[in-house]
């Protein structure tokens, strides 16, 4: 096993990032809720206690026996987790008499601790927090304040344990990643080695030992996820490896075609199924956004039992599930809340004799491309923006009908190949268009006109978790409108979505 950093989330919307800046230090790590606590093997080597919306002083905060993990191995609490730790060991945590929100300076810092070696002298850091830590436990130490935050970090005396109010992870605190090499690299003693080249051959390995000689069928969507995991699977079983790429009526125009074409060059055995009518007769009447993402999951998991029924001795079923997959799919009791269920997450039903095999299920998008690039995938998949498993069906607001899927693919193919027509295809992570369940007034010549509305999102971001949407020119947007309002029957009015995620996510449904 690699080494790795444990991260225990308490529910805060940083928690992703601290992974990230972690995975970006060629350390692996993984997140686990507060309270399920995963085996403490040997191949862990220190811990970190995530944020939380909650408060210590709530009845019913998250809670945790850190007697479990103090003094056993490195231990670095960020804001929750540091108050957390102050509060059970008899310091007194109480609602902060100032707003502790943005960005302040570490004005005093003791340079003699590891955790904060080579820091400056008032080095900006981003606060957000209701409570604070007015005194500390016995045996408890301040080694960094701000102006108005006098226990800013902290260090349990005799043992690697540490604690911050601030959040390192986010780009305000301008040597927080200093912080967390540290913590990561010289307290907890990680070897930076975890690299795409080493995930891959790790990968093939396990999978070659978990598979064997068995038959595994795959669906794949042509974008990048689908891909790379094929290709892992394909690079430890060989032939062994069944594709399956299914129409599903809720593709991009000519997008059925078009991926077929391109996965002959990876050597991948390839069956394409037109299943179009299966899917609409699955979401017909289905508006409510968990009900078709459920609908279209069974329909999926109904063509791939088709398919593999007639292969000879399959007896796994391949998925391009990422770890945005499985992070946003698992509530974490109290502070936070599934945001929404994946197609690909969770398992199959009984009736369905395969066993799931994710190669990638660890990786976030970015890591994913990297993985990709050292696997010699062609960058027009690699490139290939993001594009959602229940594909339009979640960008058609309400029910779906084949004429409303035909009219957003008319509108998403405008869309998307005008960004590639003016080179900001590249500057985007993910666009698309969205059809708005209502109808706006508008004229047309001398007609009065009652039409479809829809919305354009265009977005950047490194791996999902976070995205902010994407500056496009005016006059570009001014285009896009005047060409889909022109080109597509049925369509008077074009917006353009401003909203980041967080609050907002990337798709609508």
């Not at 986010?170 to 080493?198: M, P, Y």
């Not at 391009?320 to 690909?344: C, F, L, M, Q, W």
């Not at 990709?372 to 594009?387: K, N, Q, V």
């Not at 829809?454 to 994407?470: E, K, N, Q």
Request: aromatic share 8%.
């Amino acid at each position: 096993m690699a080494e790795q950093i444990l991260i225990l989330d308490f529910g805060s919307q940083y928690t992703q990032l601290i992974a990230r800046r972690v995975r970006e230090l060629n350390v692996y790590c993984e997140i686990h809720p507060f309270n399920k606590i995963p085996e403490i093997t040997s191949d862990i080597k220190g811990v970190i206690l995530s944020g939380s919306p909650c408060s210590v002083r709530d009845a019913g905060s998250p809670d945790l026996d850190l007697d479990r993990l103090r003094g056993k191995l490195p231990l670095l609490g960020v804001c929750y987790g540091a108050q957390l730790l102050a509060n059970k060991y008899g310091g007194e945590v109480l609602p902060s008499e100032i707003r502790e929100y943005g960005r302040a300076n570490l004005d005093d810092i003791d340079l003699h601790y590891g955790l904060l070696k080579e820091m400056t002298h008032g080095s900006q850091v981003w606060m957000s927090h209701g409570d604070t830590i007015k005194s500390l436990p016995g045996g408890f130490d301040v080694i960094a304040s701000t102006a108005s935050v006098k226990v800013a970090a902290f260090k349990v005396q005799g043992e690697e344990t540490y604690g911050i109010q601030f959040h390192p992870e986010v780009t305000h605190s301008l040597e927080g990643k200093n912080l967390l090499r540290n913590f990561v690299v010289h307290i907890c003693g990680c070897a930076q080695d975890w690299t795409s080249d080493t995930f891959i051959d790790t990968t093939i390995a396990q999978l070659k030992a978990k598979i064997g000689n068995d038959n595994v069928v795959m669906g794949l969507s042509g974008g990048v996820d689908s891909s790379v995991a094929a290709t892992l699977i394909h690079r430890a079983i060989g032939k062994n490896l069944y594709c399956v790429f299914v129409d599903n009526g809720l593709l991009r125009k000519n997008e059925y075609e078009e991926v077929l074409e391109s996965y002959k060059t990876l050597g991948l055995n390839v069956i394409g199924v037109d299943a179009k009518q299966r899917f609409y007769d699955a979401l017909a009447g289905l508006s409510d956004p968990e009900a078709k993402r459920k609908a279209i999951g069974r329909a999926f998991i109904e063509v791939f039992d088709d398919e593999a029924h007639k292969i000879e001795g399959v007896k796994w079923l391949g998925q391009g599930t990422i770890y945005p997959d499985v992070i946003e799919s698992v509530s974490v009791k109290g502070p936070s809340a599934t945001i929404k269920s994946h197609h690909n997450v969770g398992g199959l039903p009984d009736f369905m004799k395969l066993s799931v095999v994710e190669p990638l299920n660890t990786l976030f998008k970015d890591e994913v491309r990297e993985v990709g690039r050292a696997l010699d995938i062609p960058e027009t998949i690699i490139g290939r923006h993001p594009f959602p498993g229940p594909g339009l069906a979640i960008r058609i607001l309400g029910d779906i009908t084949a004429e409303k899927v035909k009219t957003l693919q008319e509108v998403d193919y405008i869309f998307i190949q005008g960004l590639k027509d003016s080179g900001l295809y590249n500057q985007v992570w993910q666009a698309g268009a969205i059809l708005l369940p209502i109808q706006s007034v508008g004229v047309m010549g001398d007609e009065r006109t009652y039409e479809k509305v829809v919305a354009l999102r265009a977005v950047g971001s490194v791996d999902g978790m976070t995205a902010d949407w994407i500056h496009l020119p005016y006059e570009f947007l001014g285009k896009m409108s005047n060409e889909i309002i022109n080109r597509v029957k049925g369509v008077n009015r074009v917006v353009y979505d401003i909203s980041s995620k967080p609050p907002a996510t990337i798709e609508w449904e």
